[in-house]
């Protein structure tokens, strides 16, 4: 009941929103009433941590022989953290959208923020990886079409079937690894995936995320600021990652050398990732990078056989992610809000990151462990210069604008600390201490290297002064074109092209003239065929 | 003789209706609203009859014969037949009420209730041979519908006459074959002679690949919603025929190899329309290869019957009708407003700005065909998938790759329809707001209609679950 009041408080403001713009348009009406609903829905979740874990069945398929599924959610400690991150990150983009000047916020960019949250929470409490499929072909359909509607003028809508089209695929992938899942238990849920169809899973997860392979749809999409834009990023993003969070932890019993690729395609991913996240000119064109680079952490914890604890990593990216791409006016006077973030992502002993150490380094010291530990430390030093570069001074802002600004900030970094306390049994760890100590460590060197020689990562004089530089600007280079995948289409496009030119003779071939023989002819072989294959014992 | 049966009403009342609409074929609205009516109530009478024939109206009794003897032979319409004869009288009812607007031939309403009669005397005929002769008379009235308007049959019409009635001597020579070898030992060379006609003749009228070639061709020159109409009802038909007749036969479907035979064939048939369609620019030759992908998958069901493909058949038939029918709508409607656009890719180029709800339109029920979760088609492409998985390996990768085939056309089509020429050559494609609300309407009401049966197929096609009922010997369970 709880669940349905939740979803309730998010759709039915979405409808009324809607509705009250097309009727009556009232600014400061529609703000509070999506603000109530959005709040209301928030706290909710808080009353629905009293009964964990819970399941709900909204839709059952009958008859059950025949169709195997209810349409149903799950709500447990792995994705109840995730259900209040995404609700706080709604409540914080509504709260810091109604103060940006620079963007035409309107009570519709509210209606979409709200009713896009609702189908978020669907794929996220999904019971099954069927419901989860649905409600991923629901959402990307509802956001396809809301980013046509977004892009319609900027004539760059061109640029969404790239997006769209791994979306599909990742959605194909999944509704492929259920029917392996099937086969061995017909009408499975997150809890009976079996190791076989494992695999599949994580590849529909990876793909998603733009992880597996590396791939970056968004890299060249139109960048807006618009705090609703950051939640159609991460509304992919956060179904895939309770996905991982689901997986078995037997995921290493399967074919090990594969295994071992996919590993070392997740570490590649997470240190160009990083490294391009530490070097872009601001945080909004790093964002797809930061993205990438924590959904390979929450990959690496699935591959290191604790799924489990991939959440942390996942939240990192949410909530530490939030308050940084919604820290936009970068206003100098508060950007120690923004720091306060990185509670989330350090991971120092009996922080909400803590527990996510273990299962990123894996058992005794690796090499993926030490490349982990400096994409980390990387992401983490791209976090405190994006910050500590804010220069902005902004003067007109509204009245209630300076209380809400900081408001939606603060409600992100408020929503890590209660999930730091209940977000699940045994959320106060030590952890792997000394992973987060290594990683401060390297940040702090980095720090004082780049204050000792004076270096500006995008400055000009960090060219000449940096040791190397040329090398690594090529080798990153190097990276930034074969991670692009274009030499992948630009090879796709030659092989459709040379495909097509086989079919187009084909086609001449059977529609010509003689096409009518042709298809005697082809009518004897099957005679043929079936003559020699039916009735054979 | 006696008039009281069921197929008095469900073939002669409609054939007269069709004689009768001949008179005023020229009043185009009141054809259609006669031929609407007329699909309609029968599809509801049909739907609401009671099984046992046993009617009682205004306290009176009236009890139904089954059978309607002519010429020494029958019309056998039992009331577990009835649900698939009120399916082929809902699809002609709503090819008519939608296609109202699109300047399709004036004896569309006509032949589309004969058409409609005859598929559901064909499948009532007994002895089953001459539904051969029934089925070559239907393929000779289509024939008026594809052949376009002022214009000479083409080449692809002729060739689909061609091949259909290189089908018929094969029905007709596997029943004069098998007559009374019920008896004879399954091995019996007769026996696979008679499979071997059959399962020919059956495959000439499903065009499976590689007896395909006409349909791209038809489709580029018909009218996509005549198109659709013809190849759904044939379809539809021929495939609870096929089920009729190897339900019939116990020869036949006892013979070994004949279900894996029919697997393959719908798995090279799906796979073939999957690449294929991935090749191609013109929207209107896609539409055939749709009716290809839609024919193999009901094969590869027949042919997974023992594994619950018979219900994944009748799952799919409301929609993949609905799909066809939001398809050839939104096709119909883009070539009704602008005239100019041939279906090609380069005349779709940037659609998306001039008619957004058409192209989204296009895109959804092409999803919905590819068997997008959430969508019409899903719940029953899911147990075919599960299903092949569960049986071989071999299927899985050959579906991937028709699922990808598919995929990439929607793809590309989507590419095609949102990208903007930056120097347009057509003028007539910066125009705005030429999509009327009624239409805009019509199109999400298709789009929602697909949802709501993707997401509560148990509400909206379980029903057709009763279309299987007949075949008590192949189905021992329905």
Known sequence: ?537 | MNLMTTPTIWIFLPVLFSLLLILVHRLHKLSVWIACTVSLLLAVVAMIFPQNLDLTLFGRNFLFDDTFLILNRALIITGTGLKTVAMLYLFSFLWNIAGMRFSVSRWFPTISLTITALWVSALAVEPFLYAALIVELIVLISVVLLTPRGEQAGSGVMRYLVLQTIALPFILLSGWMVTGIESAPSASTLILRGAVLILIGFSLWLAVFPLHTWLPMLAEKTHPWVFSFVFLMQQSSLSIFLLKVLDQFAWLRNLTGVFPAMQWVGVLTVLAGGVLASLQTKVNRVLAYLILIETGYSVLAIGLISQGGGEALALSLLPRALAYLQYAYTLSSIQQIAPEIDGSFPSLRGLFTRLPFHSISLIVSLLSLLGLPALGLFPARRMLWNSGAGLTSHYTPLLGLAVAGMALFILRLMDTLLTTDPNPTSPTLSGKGEESIWQILVLCFFTLLSLLVGVFPHVFLNPFLGILEPFIHLLPSS
């Open chain 1, 1 to 537: 009941m709880i669940l349905l009041g939740i979803l309730g408080l998010l759709w039915l403001p979405a409808i009324a929103l809607t509705i009250s713009q097309a009727v009556k348009p009232n600014f400061a009406r529609s703000w509070f009433i999506a603000i109530a609903g959005a709040s209301l829905a928030w706290l909710g979740t808080f009353f629905l941590r009293l009964y964990l874990p819970m399941e709900v069945e909204l839709i059952r398929w009958l008859p059950e022989s025949l169709y195997h599924t209810a349409i149903a959610f799950r709500i447990d400690y792995i994705n109840w953290p995730y259900i209040v991150a995404i609700l706080a990150l709604c409540i914080a983009v509504i709260l810091t959208d109604s103060s940006r000047t620079s963007t035409n916020t309107t009570p519709t960019t509210w209606a979409a923020a709200l009713a896009l949250t609702g189908l978020n929470l669907i794929s996220v409490m999904s019971r099954g990886p069927l419901t989860m499929a649905i409600a991923w072909a629901i959402t990307d359909l509802v956001e396809l079409s809301f980013m046509l509607n977004l892009l319609r003028n900027s004539g760059e809508t061109g640029k969404v079937t790239a997006i769209y089209g791994v979306r599909l695929i990742s959605t194909f992938v999944l509704v492929a690894a259920t029917a392996v899942g099937w086969q061995v238990t017909a009408g499975l849920d997150f809890t009976q995936i079996p190791p076989t169809a494992s695999l599949l899973f994580l590849i529909a997860a990876g793909l998603r995320l733009g992880v597996l392979p590396l791939n970056f749809p968004m890299q060249n999409a139109l960048e807006s600021r618009r705090g609703i834009d950051l939640l159609l990023r991460f509304s992919p993003v956060v179904s895939a990652l309770v996905l991982i969070a689901h997986l078995p932890s037997e995921i290493l019993v399967l074919n090990q050398s594969l295994v071992s690729v996919i590993s070392i395609l997740t570490v590649l991913a997470a240190l160009y990732a990083s490294a391009m996240w530490l070097t872009r000119a601001d945080a909004n064109e790093g964002r797809p990078y930061w993205i990438v680079a924590l959904s390979a952490f929450a990959l690496q914890s699935a591959l290191n056989g604790e799924p489990e604890h991939s959440r942390v990593w996942g939240l990192a990216l949410l909530l530490t992610g939030g308050v940084l791409f919604l820290f936009d006016p970068p206003i100098r006077r508060i950007r120690f809000i923004p720091l306060l973030g990185l509670i989330g992502l350090l991971g120092i002993p009996y922080t909400l990151a803590a527990s996510g150490w273990s299962a990123l380094l894996g058992e005794g010291v690796s090499l993926a462990g030490i490349v982990m530990i400096i994409c980390h430390a990387m992401l983490v030093g791209g976090y405190l210069r994006y910050i500590l570069e804010a220069e902005s001074t902004v003067t007109g802002l509204e009245k209630y604008a300076r209380i809400t600004y900081p408001l939606g900030l603060i409600l992100i970094i408020q929503t890590m600390l209660v999930l730091n306390l209940v977000g699940w049994p045994d959320v106060l760890t030590i952890g792997v201490w000394w992973g987060s100590l290594v990683s401060i460590g390297l940040v702090l060197a980095g720090a004082f290297l780049t204050k000792k020689l004076n270096l500006q990562l995008t400055g000009d004089g960090f060219k000449a002064k940096f040791p190397f530089y040329r090398l690594g600007h090529q080798v990153l280079n190097a990276l930034r074109v074969v991670f692009s995948l274009d030499w992948i289409y630009a090879i796709a496009r030659w092989l459709f092209a040379r495909l097509s030119d086989i079919a187009g003779f084909f086609r001449q071939v059977l529609e010509g003239e003689a096409g009518v023989l042709w298809s005697l002819f082809f009518l004897l072989m099957m005679a043929i065929l079936i003559y020699t294959q039916v009735g054979q014992p």
